[in-house]
């Protein structure tokens, strides 16, 4: 993203509408009852859960595994294909999987730094991409990734999953209804308990990891088991993003999606968890939709504020919504809704605070995940796409360069999308990259 690139320019040149993404060709023709095949990027512990919950398709097959770090393969291989009744080949460089022409789809499961060049190399190579969320390690990364989806055809869906669960659909339109009245405020939480990182001094890489290919985009720092990836600006968006980010998703599809904010203020930083990392443990971020005001509160030391329990998610139970981490709190003029994520449903209190609706929620992966399939073969926009992905992660991205300028109030130019009149924090709109891993200005 360059500073003189004219929005309005790119969107006039670029296939922008829903009729437009609606007759995009498939990578082949297939039945109904083909599988569709897929290689998996990444087998973390997202990858892994991943994997197997699409080797459990009877429409779908994993035909690839794949990581820099061959000593995952085997437990992954083994429940893969126990799953599907067919061995996955197993695979350390990610390029492989492209050169299938076989492929239709790319699972990219892996680490912030390599969400924007793996799946931009995806579109390229024809495949369309489910990809972990935050959907891009910087803003430059996600302008990009949008236009190689547009440019090569393919099918996005970012995996903010709660996009998909019927029951913020009615949440939704409840708020968009006028039942609380006019929305002047919105409040995203994201409040966990993190630990400090012990040190430990750089040593060689460990057998089996290509630690080369792991850098990729980012810099070859010597190796150190220390250094979690989530921490650090070099590798991520930060841990506070990385799961804030479904949130400030859903804030924004409660709305209906508003693009940008017109200026953003953070206060907060490195303040508990002093243990060498640069991206923050504090982080109250606030964002100006000229009337709507929209905050994100999140902190990595706070043992009184707990996720929802799984046995809440999916039942007909509501959380303990004051002591709830991953809330949002939705302030009309008329009433109030408290609204959780991944389930957990939702509550409406009216102006005297009495309960006025409540709806009860579940988790939604299955539902994302057959969206996406679904959107394979037809070729209609995805729940999750890649600019709604975009512009959710670009909130997390402000918030981020924000904190890096030491707080200072920024303000967003939409069409140059850069910060009007601040090169300090528009140094921070794209990274430096390593040779060969580059995300080109030409898609």
């Known amino acids: ?89 197993m695979v350390q460089d990610f390029r492989k999987v492209l050169d299938d022409k076989s492929v239709d789809v790319l699972i990219n499961a892996t680490p912030d730094h390599w969400h924007g060049l793996g799946t931009i190399m995806a579109c390229q190579a024809g495949k369309d991409v489910f990809v972990e ?89 010597p190796y150190n088991p220390s250094r979690r990836w989530l921490n650090y600006y070099e590798y991520s968006a930060g841990p506070i993003a990385g799961d804030a980010v479904h949130q400030m998703d859903l804030a924004r599809f409660l709305l209906g999606d508003p693009a940008y904010p017109k200026s953003v203020s953070c206060a907060g930083g490195v303040n508990a968890l002093t243990d060498g990392r640069d991206c923050p443990d504090t982080q109250i971020a606030t964002f100006e939709y000229g009337p709507l005001t929209l905050m994100m509160e999140a902190a990595l030391w706070t043992p009184w504020m707990k996720k929802t329990p799984g046995i809440v998610r999916d039942s007909d139970k509501f959380p303990d919504w004051p002591f709830s981490s991953t809330k949002i709190e939705v302030c009309g003029t008329k009433g109030f809704v408290y609204v959780g994520r991944h389930g957990g449903g939702w509550q409406a209190y009216d102006s005297n605070g009495e309960l006025a609706r409540s709806e009860y929620g579940r988790q ?22 890649a600019e709604q992905g975009h512009y959710s992660a670009m909130l997390c991205h402000m918030a981020n360069i924000s904190c890096r300028v030491n707080n200072r109030k920024l303000t967003w130019d939409a069409d140059t999308e850069s910060f009007a009149g601040d090169p300090d924090a528009n140094k921070h709109l794209k990274r430096q990259y390593r040779s060969p891993w580059i995300v080109a200005e030409e898609v």
């Not at 039945?31 to 429409?59: H, Q």
Request: charged content about 25%.
């Open 1 to 89: 993203m360059t500073n003189n690139v004219n929005r309005r320019d790119f969107l006039r040149t670029s296939l922008g509408t829903a009729a437009a993404w609606s007759v995009l060709p498939s990578a082949r023709v297939r039945g109904a009852n083909d599988r569709i095949v897929i290689g998996v990027m990444g087998l973390g512990g997202r990858g892994t859960y991943l994997a197997e919950a699409f080797a459990r398709r009877s429409d779908a097959e994993i035909a690839w595994l794949c990581d820099v770090d061959s000593r995952r393969f085997a437990r992954v291989r083994e429940s893969v294909g126990d799953l599907q009744d067919r061995q996955p080949k």
């Open 364 to 385: 939604a992966d299955k539902e994302h995940q057959d969206n996406f399939i679904d959107c394979v073969r037809t070729r209609k926009p995805a729940n999750a796409g």
């Open 133 to 221: 969320k935050p959907m891009s390690h910087n803003p430059y990364e996600g302008r990009q990734m949008i236009a190689a989806a547009r440019k090569y055809q393919r099918i996005i869906q970012v995996d903010t999953q709660s996009r998909s669960a019927p029951y913020m659909a009615q949440v939704a339109d409840y708020i968009r209804s006028g039942a609380i009245g006019d929305v002047y405020l919105v409040r995203v939480f994201n409040m966990m308990q993190h630990a400090k990182v012990g040190a430990a001094p750089d040593q060689q890489s460990p057998e089996g990891l290509d630690y080369d290919l792991w850098c990729g985009p980012a810099a070859k720092l």
